[in-house]
């Protein structure tokens, strides 16, 4: 398309081809991307221009609910999958994670603008029809088992705040709920007392726990005073903030890691698991160790509004090769497998910290990201790769001296 045809078009309705042609006109350098996946990309977001990809990792067994599942992890640090990997096999061996996910709904909330003369007591009676009318609306989520199950309200000065708890079935249920929200608002802004509505909008409240935790014996983490550092951590994370969150950072590791892998919305879950961390009104850590007669046994409890169906899910090629590796899930196994993943990464971590510290294995994977930037041939990135593992130099300076070195004795 010729330069004043586009400019006649708003940046977001150019193809994108023709916004990548614009960039490079502009001076920028953009990678190379296949035509087809570029098309199908353009149908999933806005503006698109290009593809950012994660390597996908799994973790070949981890035992949940006594079911072995192959978990996908869609993460860059190399680190992650390892740490989870590691604890997947102490966890198996000790029988696995014992996981529960409580799947009551997610909220949305109306605010409401109201009058002087507003009565919420003969406002809540209204409650139960309202429900009747979105179930009969939004029939087809009922029919997959879901639907609107409760109302509740509250009023402050001329405000008046309606929660609204939706079953979204297997979907994570955002924008249905939004459309429920939305349909609930405006029946209600027609009544006499009522002047408008503020919003109606879903609530990234943390709902939907799921709790996952795991019985050790402590021969197989390294013995009782190992158990004993792991649980101090732990109470420091309790306490501490600046443990806590880098605790919590950890746990996230692994959440994060299958949420991006099957689709789901991570910021959502980020978001309501700060608020969780914060419901006593101290930021602390999400997971407990305790010793328990001859066991060191460890909890987490997440909040994951996650779906597996639903939104991009079904449209994207990469999420479907995640749930073929998973095997047939409902959300509520999906929910477990990924908070006994986010324990797994928050184990590891403890236990690296409480032996040989964590920045030794850490770095020692991180050396391929070193040697990934090398101007240098593949058998010589495997060569500098050996010799930074072998001295325990894990600096770029470090990977330069290497590589001068091999090509030195290769003269």
């Known amino acids: 398309m010729k330069s004043e045809e586009l400019s006649k078009k708003k940046f977001y309705q150019w193809l994108p081809e023709e916004r990548r042609e614009f960039l490079k006109n502009e001076g920028i350098e953009l990678s190379e991307v296949d035509s087809g996946a570029l098309d199908r990309l353009d149908k999933l977001s806005e503006n698109v221009i290009g593809q950012v990809r994660l390597p996908l990792g799994i973790l070949p067994r981890l035992i949940v609910n006594q079911q072995a599942y192959r978990v996908p992890m869609a993460v860059e640090e190399p680190s992650v999958v390892a740490a989870a990997n590691h604890a997947a096999k102490i966890f198996n061996k000790n029988g696995g ?39 009969q609306k939004f029939a087809s989520l009922v029919n997959h088992g879901g639907g609107v199950r409760e109302i509740e309200a509250s009023k402050k000065a001329n405000l008046v705040f309606i929660r609204v708890l939706v079953d979204p079935a297997e979907a994570m249920g955002a924008n249905k709920t939004n459309a429920i929200l939305e349909f609930l608002g405006n029946k209600l802004e027609k009544q006499v007392d009522i002047k408008h509505t503020l919003y109606a909008i879903l609530s990234n409240y943390p ?151 964590i920045q030794a294995g850490h770095m020692k994977l991180q050396a391929r990201n070193l040697v990934a930037t090398l101007n240098a041939t593949e058998d010589e990135k495997a060569e500098v790769l050996e010799k930074l593992q072998q001295s325990k130099q894990y600096t770029q300076e470090a990977a330069m001296k290497f590589l001068k070195e091999i090509r030195k004795d290769k003269k």
Do not use: C
């Not at 529960?100 to 009565?119: A, C, M, T």
């Open 97 to 135: 994670v014992v996981a529960n996910s409580i799947r009551n709904g997610i909220y949305g909330q109306i605010v409401l603008e109201v009058s002087d003369d507003f009565d919420l007591t003969n406002f809540r009676e209204e409650f139960p029809q309202l429900v009747e009318l979105a179930n």
């Open 207 to 357: 709902t939907q726990l799921t709790t996952a935790k795991v019985s050790l014996a402590l021969d197989s983490i390294g013995g009782l005073e190992i158990a004993k550092k792991i649980v101090l951590l732990s109470e420091i994370g309790q306490n501490d903030i600046y443990r806590a969150v880098t605790n919590n950072k950890g746990i996230m590791n692994g959440v994060d890691s299958v949420l991006v892998a099957t689709g789901n919305d991570y910021r959502g879950v980020e978001a309501a698991t700060a608020v969780l961390a914060n419901e006593n009104g101290t930021y602390t850590s999400l997971s407990k160790w305790n010793i328990e007669g001859d066991k060191l046994s460890g909890t987490v409890t997440i909040p994951l509004a996650i779906g597996v169906v639903g939104g991009s899910i079904k449209s994207r090629k990469d999420v479907q090769q995640s749930f073929n590796l998973l095997g047939h899930v409902s959300a509520k196994q999906l929910a477990e497998i990924i908070a006994a993943t986010g324990l797994a990464n928050n184990f590891s971590a403890l236990l690296a910290i409480s032996t040989k510290g």
